[in-house]
């Protein structure tokens, strides 16, 4: 009984660390600007203000389209050349497949911040600085090495009966990946898909480096400029109905694939 209570109680702390913060944010983004700073926990009176004004600002709707286009772009990218990169090396066998994996793996370790200086530098004199390729080239860079680590254990697990049978039907090697192993590869896609997308989706670092205007800031960027209505006010309220509105859809996303996704990691976890 007393391990139960002890659970109970470990649990109820943990829920309660964990979402005060999200509390707080919703708390804060139906309070008018007026009474931001009153101290309650708690809106007195709750508004969506917050949350209409944000589509009659041009910076965000336009930073909304960028994420979204931005994002999707470099995680089809990402994945479709994963795909063929870890079918290589889940299947073929040639010297190096494993300095491979294992470079991949080290690439996805490497501080992203070393290369900011040298890419806005080098952005700058191809003219990519404040394009959507700009972005897109260093979001596929960082999101790739992932997406193959992830792909090549999944890959290890369907066994090599399927491809070979289709082989023998008359099949490509390449007709056997596109109609064979994909299909029966849909829930490690899938993970492999969001996990690269929910990457791209809250990356700050490139987004703020890589770009001077509203042209391909993307919102997680774009937050950092938001003002109030007087140089006075911080537009806190502003902030965090920006951060929720962009949070709920990929959490609703997350939450409906939510068994593709623990089909396709705990099968590319084991080996069978």
Do not use: H
Not at 71 to 91: D, G
């Amino acid at each position: 009984m007393r391990r139960r209570i002890a659970d109970i109680l470990v649990t109820l702390t943990v829920a309660v660390w964990t979402l005060a913060p999200i509390v707080w944010v919703v708390s804060l983004s139906l309070k008018p600007p007026t009474l931001q700073n009153d101290g309650r926990f708690l809106p007195a009176s709750p508004t969506l203000d917050n949350y209409t004004g944000l589509f009659t600002k041009p910076m965000f709707t336009t930073a909304l389209g960028n994420s979204v286009g931005i994002s999707l772009i470099a995680t089809t990218v990402s994945v479709i050349v994963a795909v063929f990169a870890a079918y290589a090396i889940a299947r073929l066998r040639f010297r190096g497949s494993g300095l491979v994996l294992g470079t991949a793996l080290g690439l996805t370790m490497f501080p992203a911040i070393a290369l900011v200086g040298p890419l806005f530098t080098l952005w700058t004199e191809l003219g990519l600085f404040d394009t959507w390729l700009g972005l897109i080239i260093p979001y596929v860079s960082f999101s790739l090495p992932l997406a193959i680590w992830l792909l090549t254990a999944f890959f290890r697990t369907i066994p090599r009966a399927l491809e070979e049978s289709a082989q023998v039907d008359g099949a490509t090697r390449l007709q056997a990946l596109v109609r064979v192993i994909l299909p029966a590869a849909v829930p490690g896609v899938v993970t492999t898909f969001l996990l690269t997308f929910l990457a791209c989706w809250g990356e700050f670092l490139f987004a703020i480096s890589l770009t001077s205007t509203e042209a391909s800031r993307t919102v997680p960027a774009a937050l950092a400029f938001f003002t109030g209505d007087s140089e006075f006010q911080q537009p806190y309220g502003a902030i965090a109905a920006a951060a929720l509105l962009v949070t709920v859809p990929v959490v609703v996303l997350v939450l409906l694939a939510q068994r593709r996704i623990v089909a396709g990691l705990t099968s590319g976890a084991v080996k069978g």
